[in-house]
C-alpha cells in the first residue's frame, strides 16, 4: 500500500472566490419529519441542555457550492462528505439518524478532498474542487446476529468511502458514485478499514482501475470506530502495564519457559474476563463467518449484484469465507498475501501456519540483498569497525553470524539506552526481535532497520530505543489532554462545558477474538500448558524472527470457551462451490506472515474454475509492498473486467530491490542520513492495518 500521509481533516484548499451571499439552512433535529427551513438568518445553534448534546445546528452554505446536501435520500450508509466529527453515532442514542444528519458540515472548505487528478478535461473557473475526488463517512447497522432474528442488538459498522468523481450535485438525482466499488479490506484480524481507506485509497484506485472506481472501507465488528467495541483495557496505558509481563519470549525466560507460560496464560485469563465483564457475549459473534455476512450486506447496500474487492491478508480469510458463503455474488475479488482458512480452524493454526517463509525473508531478503546493495545503501553491509577480517567483502554467512551474536548479546543482557522522548529506555531481546519480524513486511523500512542494527553493534542504542518504544507501548504520554468545550446557549449568560471526550483505547483484544473464534472447536490438548510449551518450542526453533509474536496471537484461545463457548455463524466450508466468477489470489515468494504455500493449497482447494493466482517474487507482506508492473497489470486488467490469465499460476517479479528503490530515477545518491523515527513512524501506520499485535498503536 502506498502511505499519502493524510489524516481525516487535512489541509483544505481554500476556495478562490465564493459568491459570499449567504443561505442558511436549519437542519431540524427531528429529521425524521424530513424538511428544510430555509430561512436568512437564524438562531446560531440550539442545544438540548439535559443531554447536553447539541439539539439542531444552523449550517451556511455558499449559494455557489454546486454540491447536494448530504445525507442523500436513501443512501443506506448516510454518507456525509467526512470532517473530523463524522464517527458514527453512539449506540446508546436514541435518534442517531438526527445525530448524525446533524454534523453535516455544508461548508466544501471543511470537507476532506482527495487529491486532484490529472485527468481533468475541462477546469472550471467557478468550481475549485473540479477533478478531485471526495472522502465520504458514514455507518451501517447489521445484526449483531446474523443467525437469530429475534436478538434485536445491532453492531454498527463505521465506513469510508473515497468517490472518485467527487460530491454528488445539487441538482441531480444521480449519484456520482462509479460503476462499482471496490472494497477493501486490510486485515489483522483487527485492521481498521476506514483507516485503509484514508491512508491508500487513492493509491488502490489507481493501481487497480486507473483511477477510475470507487474504494470503500469498514472497521469489522470489534474494530476501531465500530460498535460496540472489542477494547478490553479502560486505557492503553493498562494494556502497556501488563504487555510486557506477557510477552517475554522464550530465549529470555531463563527460569523455565514454563513459568513464563503461566504467567502470560494467567494474564490472558485475566484479560478474556475483562472482555467478558465489558462487552459480555460479543466474542461469540466476532468470527469470520459473521463478517462475511456483513460483507455481504455492505455489498447489498451498494446495490451491486456482484463484489468488487481487494482484501489483503487475514482480509483474505474474509474473502475466501464470503466467496464460499456467497458463492452467486463474487463479481472481481482480489485476495493478496493469502491465507488458506483451515488452517485457522485448527488449534494454533494462525501462529503456526504463518512461519514457513520467515527465515528466508531475513537471510535472502534484509541480509543478502543489503550486502548486494552494498554500504553505500545499507549500513550492514560494510564491515565492522575493528573487525579482523579486512580481507575481501563481507559473506551472507559472516553477516547472519553478526547478527545472530548481537542478538544473543541483547538476550543475555538489555542495552542500556536513553531519548530525550522517553528518558531512560532498554532494547530488550523481547522489544528487539519484533521490531525485526514488523520490518519483514515492509522492505522500505530496511534500510532504517540496517542502520539501527549497525548502530546498536557500534553500541550506540538510541535509534533502536525510538524505534522499540514506539513499538511497544501505545500510550503516548506526550499526546495533549483532551479539553472540554465551552458553548454559550442562545438567550444564556453563561457558556456551559461539553465534556471532553478522551481517547479511546484501542480494540487490540478483537485479534484474539477472532482467532479464537475461527478455531473454538479445535480439541483443546489434554495435559494443559504442556501441549502449549511444546508449540511454543516448535515455532521458536522454526522461526526465532516470528515464532514468540505468533505464539503469544494464539495462546489466549486456552481462555475462550469458557466465556464464549458456542460462537455464531461459523463457517466450515466447502471452499469449492461454483464461484459467478474466479477469484484472484496473489501470494508472496517471501512473504513473512502468508507463505505462498498457503495460496496454493487455497487455489488446489478452490479449484481451476474458481481461482487463478500470481506468484508474486518480491519481499515483504502482500504485493504493494514491493510493487511488479506485472502483478500491476494481471490486476487492474482482472478489476476492469479485461480478462483473467489463462495459467493457474501466473509469475510476477518486483520491479526493483530494496535498498535501492528509486536509485537511478531521482537524484537519490547513496544511503541519505536515515530519518529511522520518520520511517518507522509510517511503517507502524501501515501495520496497524495488516497485524495491528505488532504495531501495538503508538503510530
Ligand atoms: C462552472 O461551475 C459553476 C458552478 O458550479 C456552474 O454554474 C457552471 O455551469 C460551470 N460551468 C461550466 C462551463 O461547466
Ligand atoms: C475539527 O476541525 C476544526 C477545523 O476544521 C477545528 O476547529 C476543530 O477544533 C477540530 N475538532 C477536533 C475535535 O479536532
Ligand atoms: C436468540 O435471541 C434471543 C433474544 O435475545 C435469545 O433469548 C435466544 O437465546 C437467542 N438464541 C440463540 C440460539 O442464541
Ligand atoms: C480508527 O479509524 C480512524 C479513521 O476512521 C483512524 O484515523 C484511526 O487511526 C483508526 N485507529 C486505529 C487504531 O486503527
Ligand atoms: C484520462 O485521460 C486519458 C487520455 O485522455 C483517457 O484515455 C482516460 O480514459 C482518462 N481516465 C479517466 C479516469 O478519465
Ligand atoms: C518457503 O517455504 C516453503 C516451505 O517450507 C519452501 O518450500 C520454499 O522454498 C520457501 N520459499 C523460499 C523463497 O525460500
Ligand atoms: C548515537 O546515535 C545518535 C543518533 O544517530 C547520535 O545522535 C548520537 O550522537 C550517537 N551517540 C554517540 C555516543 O555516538
Ligand atoms: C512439535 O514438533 C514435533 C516434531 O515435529 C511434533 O512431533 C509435535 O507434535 C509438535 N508439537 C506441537 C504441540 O506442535
Ligand atoms: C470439493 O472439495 C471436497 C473436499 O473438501 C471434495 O470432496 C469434493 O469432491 C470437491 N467438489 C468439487 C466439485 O470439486
Known amino acids: 500500500m502506498e502511505t499519502t500521509q493524510k489524516t481525516p481533516a487535512p489541509a483544505h484548499p481554500r476556495p478562490a472566490k465564493l459568491n459570499r451571499r449567504r443561505i442558511v439552512i436549519c437542519l431540524a433535529a427531528a429529521v425524521g419529519l424530513g424538511y428544510l427551513v430555509a430561512t436568512n438568518p437564524l438562531p446560531v445553534a440550539g442545544i438540548d441542555v439535559l443531554s447536553r ?33 463524522t464517527r458514527p453515532p453512539l449506540l446508546e442514542d ?22 486532484a487528478t490529472t485527468n481533468i478535461s475541462s477546469t472550471n473557473e467557478s468550481d ?26 445491532i453492531t454498527r459498522l463505521a465506513v469510508t468511502k473515497y468517490q472518485v468523481a467527487g460530491p454528488d450535485l445539487q441538482f441531480s438525482h444521480r449519484p456520482r458514485k462509479s460503476s462499482r466499488t471496490i472494497v477493501v479490506e486490510p486485515g489483522g484480524p483487527g485492521g481498521s478499514g476506514t483507516l485503509y481507506v484514508w491512508n491508500g485509497a487513492e493509491a488502490v484506485s489507481e493501481r487497480l482501475s486507473g483511477g477510475t472506481l470507487d474504494v470503500l472501507g469498514w472497521d469489522p465488528r470489534g474494530v476501531n470506530t465500530t460498535q460496540p467495541r472489542a477494547a478490553c483495557f479502560p486505557h492503553d496505558a493498562d494494556r502497556d502495564r501488563w504487555w510486557q509481563l506477557a510477552h517475554r519470549y522464550r530465549a529470555v525466560s531463563e527460569d523455565s519457559s514454563m513459568s513464563q507460560l503461566e504467567v502470560a496464560d494467567a494474564l490472558f485469563e485475566a484479560t ?92 535472502d531478503g534484509f541480509l543478502g540483498e543489503c550486502l548486494a546493495a552494498g554500504p553505500q545503501y545499507c549500513a550492514l553491509a560494510g564491515r565492522l569497525a575493528g573487525s579482523a577480517d579486512d580481507d575481501g567483502e563481507v559473506t551472507l554467512e559472516a553477516l547472519e553470524a553478526r547478527m545472530a551474536k548481537l542478538v544473543a548479546s541483547v538476550a543475555r543482557r538489555p542495552v542500556a539506552a536513553y531519548t530525550a522522548a522517553s528518558g531512560p529506555s532498554l532494547i530488550t531481546y523481547s522489544s528487539l526481535v519484533p521490531a525485526i519480524y514488523s520490518a519483514l513486511y515492509r522492505p522500505r523500512t530496511w534500510p532504517a532497520m540496517a542502520q539501527v542494527l549497525f548502530d546498536l553493534e557500534q553500541g550506540n542504542a538510541t535509534r533502536a530505543a525510538a524505534m522499540v518504544d514506539a513499538l511497544i507501548f501505545q500510550y503516548d504520554p506526550s499526546r495533549a489532554p483532551p479539553e472540554s468545550t465551552l458553548i454559550t446557549l442562545p438567550g444564556e449568560a453563561c457558556p456551559i462545558a461539553m465534556p471532553a471526550v478522551p481517547p479511546l483505547p484501542s480494540t487490540s483484544e478483537l485479534m484474539h477474538l477472532v482467532v479464537c473464534a475461527d478455531s473454538y472447536d479445535a480439541p483443546q490438548p489434554a495435559d494443559g500448558l504442556v501441549w502449549w510449551d511444546e508449540l511454543w518450542a516448535n515455532m521458536t526453533a522454526k522461526s526465532w524472527i516470528g515464532g514468540n509474536s505468533r ?46 504455500v498457503n495460496g496454493r493449497r487455497l487455489a488446489a482447494g478452490m479449484g481451476y474454475s474458481n481461482a487463478r493466482m500470481i506468484v508474486h517474487h518480491g519481499y515483504g507482506h502482500a504485493s504493494a509492498a514491493d510493487r511488479s508492473t506485472c502483478t500491476d497489470d494481471v490486476l487492474q486488467k482482472y478489476i476492469l473486467g479485461q480478462g483473467i490469465p489463462e495459467a493457474a499460476e501466473t509469475h510476477c517479479f518486483a520491479d526493483e530491490k530494496p ?41
Request: aromatic share 14%.
Open 659 to 699: 535498498y535501492m528503490y528509486g536509485v537511478g530515477k531521482a537524484s537519490v545518491e547513496g544511503a541519505p542520513e536515515q530519518d529511522v523515527t520518520g520511517v518507522w513512524r509510517e511503517h507502524l501506520q501501515e501495520m496497524m492495518l495488516w497485524n495491528p499485535g505488532l504495531a501495538r498503536g503508538r503510530a
Open 53 to 85: 448534546r447539541p439539539l439542531y445546528t444552523c449550517h451556511t452554505t455558499s449559494s455557489s457550492s454546486p454540491y447536494a446536501v448530504y445525507p442523500r435520500p436513501e443512501d443506506p450508509f448516510r454518507f456525509l462528505p467526512c470532517t473530523n466529527a
Open 128 to 153: 475549485v474542487y473540479a477533478g478531485r475526488g471526495i472522502y465520504l463517512c458514514g455507518y451501517l447497522d447489521v445484526p449483531l446476529d446474523w443467525t437469530n432474528t429475534s436478538d434485536p442488538r
Open 272 to 363: 478474556f474476563r475483562a472482555c467478558w465483564e465489558k462487552s459480555g457475549d460479543l466474542g461469540r459473534f466476532v468470527g469470520t463467518g459473521m463478517v462475511a455476512r456483513d460483507l455481504n450486506a455492505i455489498r447489498a447496500a451498494l446495490e451491486e449484484p456482484q463484489l468488487t474487492g481487494y482484501l489483503v491478508s487475514y482480509g483474505t480469510g474474509i474473502g475466501q469465507t464470503y466467496a464460499s458463503m456467497f458463492p452467486d455474488h463474487v463479481g472481481a475479488l482480489i485476495l493478496d498475501g493469502t491465507q488458506y482458512v483451515p488452517l485457522e480452524w485448527m488449534q494454533g493454526g494462525f501462529g503456526w501456519a504463518a512461519l514457513a517463509n520467515i527465515t528466508d525473508a531475513w537471510r
Open 551 to 596: 505464539f503469544y496471537n494464539v495462546l489466549p484461545c486456552r481462555h475462550f470457551g469458557k466465556y464464549w463457548p458456542q460462537p455464531a455463524g461459523v463457517y466450515r466450508g466447502p471452499l469449492n462451490r461454483t464461484l459467478s466468477n474466479p477469484v484472484m489470489l496473489v501470494a508472496e515468494t517471501h512473504d513473512p506472515a502468508t507463505p505462498l
Open 94 to 115: 436514541p435518534s442517531p439518524a438526527a445525530t448524525w444528519t446533524n454534523l453535516y458540515e455544508p461548508s466544501p472548505e471543511h470537507w476532506s478532498w482527495g487529491k
